[in-house]
């Protein structure tokens, strides 16, 4: 159904809202002169590849696809490389390999990249030794150098940011259609952490197994499946940079309603979900399927005033509702919401991000989360979708490729001590390549133990 918004909206009615997280530009001439260019610059995506997510997301809503989200908590321009990006690709496409074998359904890959530059943050300002400066707000806003230089917004960051999601998105697509993702050959994708890891027998049980799924409907079809030679890659990023949003949001012909042309999936963060504020404001009025984080903060009646503002027409594919309450608050605070989208009759694709309720701090003062509690919280989301007669249709991870010592736990054990050796993250901990391959591979178990 395509229907276009309430009168008054138009790409810049959220300018008379109040906009949270906002970058304080100092020159005022340079931020115009940018988005001018901004806007003339041919989009990172096409209104196609938006509808056809929106309609899997519509599918996954109904239970015959699961969603699988992920990546860095923030990009940065020094990580727009050949190695990292294939990593990420490859991660991903392990886990959702597992998925589709273990959960008997088809996988929608979504990375959060190409475009996640911009950060909100608790506090506007750090301090160090009695010198107080802007927070780091990623690098579309500033740099996480502490120099007054770095952390100064420099509206020359959103080229810097569109030509890097641009050469992330280009290299990502290549290797997509380039056989990178060919189902027949997943040993292209092999981290060498699989070689050595107490998960590698049960990971390459699956691959064989799939192999050999693929070999014998070959053979009984007499053809290839051509389906299976390219996997799709879909783009998200938080939507948080609104005046970024606005230049990259864009008219196409014989649509309705505008679409944000910077990525497939925005998304909108806890901190900027008010239902008066400019964020939301700004995206009812696109036509991209919307992501909403859900917090332990959210009351029925907000949720309600959501729904109706953001998916007026009960558009399948429209809305996914993104919770994250952490392991210790899920019980109680998402059985109310989800009554309360039952009642309204409508069908949203619920997720899981197990990360960002389970965020602590360890004595030596590093952010971390423990794989226990953030599995914990994503069992117990399938346990309670089911009590209350409803789905958990996919995950939001925040993950990387890499090998990196940032979240604690896991096959091999990591503990507070090993966060030193490699923490790489300037804002959220991530799970490393081989404890995002474990969650997807707990994932399955969890399902197969619900009988699922
Ligand atoms: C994020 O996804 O990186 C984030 C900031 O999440 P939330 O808005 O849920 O805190
Ligand atoms: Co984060």
Same mark, same amino acid.
């Given at each position: 159904m395509e229907t276009v918004p309430a009168a008054e909206w138009d790409v810049a009615s959220w300018q008379a809202r109040e906009a949270l997280q906002q970058p304080d530009y100092p020159d005022a001439a340079a931020l115009e002169s940018v988005l001018r260019q901004l806007s003339v610059l041919p989009p990172l995506v096409t209104s196609w590849e938006v509808n056809a997510l929106k309609l899997q997301l519509a599918e996954a809503a109904h239970g015959k696809r699961f969603l699988l989200q992920g990546g860095d908590c923030a990009e940065s321009f020094d990580e727009c490389r050949a190695d990292v990006i294939t990593r990420k690709l490859k991660i991903l496409l392990?886990?959702? +390999?597992?998925? #589709?074998?273990? !959960?008997?359904?088809?996988i929608i890959r979504v990375g959060r990249f190409a475009g996640q530059y911009a950060k909100p943050r608790s506090d506007p300002f750090e301090t160090r030794d009695g010198t107080t400066l802007h927070a780091y707000r990623g690098d579309i806003i500033n740099g996480p150098a502490f120099t007054p230089e770095a952390r100064t917004p420099d509206p020359q960051r959103?080229?810097?940011?569109?030509?890097?999601?641009?050469?992330? +998105?280009?290299? #990502?697509?290549? !290797?997509?259609?380039?056989?990178?993702a060919d189902l027949h050959h997943p040993e292209y994708w092999d981290l060498d952490f699989v070689r050595h890891s107490p998960l590698a027998g049960e990971y390459h049980d699956i691959v064989g197994a799939i192999k050999d799924a693929i070999t014998f409907m070959e053979s009984v079809t007499d053809a290839p499946l051509d389906e299976l030679e390219r996997a799709q890659f879909f783009t998200s990023h938080e939507a948080l940079h609104l005046p970024y949003e606005q230049a990259l949001t864009r008219s196409v012909p014989h649509q309705p309603r505008v679409y944000n042309l910077a990525t497939h999936f925005p998304w909108l963060g806890v901190r900027t979900t008010h239902v008066d504020g400019a964020h939301v404001e700004y995206a009812r009025g696109l036509a991209n399927p919307l992501g909403l984080k859900v917090g332990p903060d959210a009351t029925e009646t907000w949720l309600k005033e959501m729904l109706d503002l953001l998916d007026p027409h009960q558009e399948p594919g429209r809305l996914?509702?993104?919770?994250?309450?952490?392991?210790a608050h899920i019980e109680r605070s998402l059985p109310p919401l989800i009554e309360a989208v039952l009642a309204s009759g409508r069908t949203l694709l619920w997720t899981c991000?197990?990360?960002?309720?389970?965020?602590?701090?360890?004595?030596?003062?590093?952010?971390?989360?423990?794989?226990?509690?953030?599995?914990?919280e994503l069992e117990l989301a399938f346990d309670v979708h089911a009590a209350e007669g409803s789905h958990l249709g996919g995950v939001h991870f925040e993950l990387t490729g890499e090998d990196v010592t940032e979240c604690t736990g896991g096959a091999r054990g990591l503990d507070d001590?090993?966060?030193?050796?490699?923490?790489?993250?300037?804002v959220d901990p991530r799970l490393n390549a081989e404890q995002a391959l474990e969650m997807a591979l707990s994932i399955?178990?969890?399902c197969q133990r619900m009988g699922a």
């Open positions: 392990q886990m959702s +390999l597992v998925l #589709v074998y273990g !959960l008997k359904t088809r959103m080229l810097q940011a569109f030509s890097s999601s641009a050469l992330t +998105l280009n290299f #990502v697509r290549a !290797l997509s259609e380039g056989g990178f996914t509702l993104i919770t994250r309450f952490g392991a991000d197990p990360m960002h309720g389970n965020t602590e701090v360890t004595e030596s003062g590093l952010k971390t989360r423990r794989f226990e509690n953030i599995l914990g001590a090993d966060l030193e050796r490699a923490y790489k993250s300037h399955v178990r969890k």
